[in-house]
């Protein structure tokens, strides 16, 4: 996937139509993929006696939802043109980790210092 992120000359950080098309289409994708996860791993637990589910269970479940509202706020900035933008500096996050994180918010320095805030 190429994202072809960019500045415009007004300052602005912008995708053009076919790239985000590509960006938002390779989201849903992980939306879907992580929202079937989750109602796997919520059947497994419901299924299983009290006993018998650990807490690992638990972690995996919170960790697919925090996933699900990454994604959702992912694709909230791709219509509001915010989308590749670091929210910790405001540069331009690099395409290469945009490849492997579509929901990135922040850039590696920035994700580094602990700007992500709760999570």
Do not use: K, W
Request: aromatic fraction near 4%.
């Amino acid at each position: 996937m190429t994202t072809n992120v960019g500045d415009t000359a007004s300052g602005t950080h912008a995708l053009n139509d076919a790239a985000a098309r590509e960006v938002r289409q390779r989201l849903e994708e992980e939306r879907r993929t992580r929202a079937a996860q989750l109602a796997a791993v919520e059947q497994a637990v419901e299924r299983s006696p009290l006993e018998q589910v650990e807490a690992s269970d638990y972690t995996r479940l919170e960790n697919l939802r925090q996933s699900l509202v990454e994604i959702d706020d992912a694709l909230r900035r791709l219509r509001e043109g915010t989308y590749g933008r670091c929210e910790g500096c405001g540069q331009a996050i690099p395409a290469g980790r945009l490849e492997i994180l579509p929901y990135a918010r922040f850039c590696v320095r920035c994700q580094g210092r602990g700007a992500r805030g709760d999570r």
